[in-house]
């Protein structure tokens, strides 16, 4: 039982929920953002969740789905995304049968609220976890191992985040603050805290320690505990999804959307949720270890490779360049050279943060066309 904060609270809360039987587990995948970072690869209308940076064959999102595969079955995995990317998903996901298309982007609570108010209304008992579109996970045995427990921990009505346990003092990433240990789980903690991305020496603190792994953005519940939840916290946000949801699967449902999305209060599920239920005790952390990275700039994909038209000489880094250009570096270190049909960019790998500095100049000058 988890004991930090309103400890007593949360108790009391779990006391007043009927626990019952899960009648099944749905995977909710957003998939929104338009991956500054790695410009001029990911643009506007083709974020990295779309594009193949490991050179496997399968893009960010493909191999998502394939990781959700032994967890669910299909017509329970829902992926939420912008309109503008809704013909890409689909030509990708020919499996796919739950695309939820959102109007405008309003962070990921919006998101992950209505397909879980949609889910909900179909089947109250279900477990619901939402999985970023855009990650890179290695050791997909190992994820789904942590996820099946996260998804017992949640049966018992905790809200449940997988942490991936640190293995550099990361300052690019947030952080967990773990408590004790939950009676009757594998290896599920108590949540203390979420914690911003730190400064270099508060990373090294939280490496030497066993207390602190990096916030994947990973969330396991029932849905109807993460929506009631969510009430608490955000109200007038969950009356809305749910009104949004009451009309899912009827000629309502456009004209509903379309209506109550741009009121929605924009917000992350982390700070809508995740860090008010720790406070009163009411969340739960998988530790958790299978290689784990979302790939947010260009110093994370160089282990990935260069393409296969690179000639270094004298000098080292990543390159990415078009089918059938030779790339040719010379003299340069921790560098990354990045060619496209229309845009060539060169940084230096510690700068990879500033890529999206690159992207506010081009917005600046106008050169939408680049975006």
Same mark, same amino acid.
């Given at each position: ?8 609270? %949360? ?82 996901? !020919? ?12 962070? =990921? ?17 279900? @477990? ?25 921990? /949640? ?14 003092? =990361? ?31 508060? /990373? ?28 608490? %916290?955000? !109200? ?31 917000? #992350? ?20 270890? %299978? ?6 700039? %260009? ?13 270094? @000489? ?10 059938? @250009? ?23 790998? #510690?700068? =990879? ?5 690159? @992207? ?12």
């Amino acid at each position: 039982m988890a004991v930090n904060g309103d400890g007593d609270r %949360f108790r009391r809360l779990r006391r007043t929920t009927t626990v019952t039987a899960v009648s099944s587990f749905h995977v909710i995948i957003p998939a929104g953002g338009a991956g500054t970072r790695l410009w001029p690869l990911s643009r506007r209308a083709r974020p990295k969740f779309l594009l193949d940076l490991e050179g496997t064959g399968r893009t960010l999102i493909q191999q998502t789905w394939d990781r959700m595969l032994p967890l669910t079955g299909a017509e329970r995995i829902h992926v939420v995304s912008g309109a503008a990317h809704g013909s890409a998903i689909a030509e990708q996901l !020919p499996e796919l049968v739950n695309l939820l298309l959102e109007p405008s982007p309003r962070d =990921s609570m919006p998101a992950i609220g209505l397909a879980a108010a949609i889910i909900e209304r179909s089947d109250p008992d279900a @477990v619901v976890g939402s999985f970023a579109a855009d990650h890179r996970i290695p050791d997909p045995e190992r994820f789904v191992e942590a996820v099946r427990e996260a998804i017992v921990v /949640a049966e018992d009505g905790y809200i449940v985040t997988i942490g991936i346990e640190p293995t550099e003092p =990361s300052t690019a990433f947030g952080y967990i603050a773990s408590g004790a240990p939950l009676d009757g789980f594998a290896s599920a903690r108590a949540v203390r805290s979420f914690v911003e991305k730190p400064d270099a020496d508060t /990373a090294r603190g939280y490496l030497a320690s066993d207390d602190h792994v990096w916030n994947a953005g990973m969330f396991v519940a029932r849905a109807s505990v993460l929506l009631d939840s969510l009430a608490r %916290f955000q !109200p007038e946000l969950a009356a809305g999804l749910r009104e949004i949801a009451a009309t899912w699967g009827t000629p309502a449902f456009v004209a509903e959307l379309g209506r109550t999305w741009p009121t929605l209060t924009k917000i #992350a599920i982390d700070h809508a949720v995740a860090e008010p239920v720790a406070a009163e005790g009411g969340m739960a952390v998988v530790p958790a270890t %299978f290689g784990w990275d979302d790939l947010g700039d %260009f110093a994370s994909i160089a282990p990935l490779g260069s393409s296969p038209d690179v000639l270094w @000489v004298d000098a080292d880094g990543v390159a990415r360049g078009g089918e059938g @250009v030779q790339v040719a570096v010379l003299g340069l270190r921790n560098v990354a050279v990045v060619q496209t049909d229309d845009a060539i960019l060169v940084l230096d790998l #510690a700068q =990879s943060q500033r890529v999206k500095d690159v @992207v506010a100049r081009l917005k600046d000058a106008g050169r939408d066309d680049l975006l």
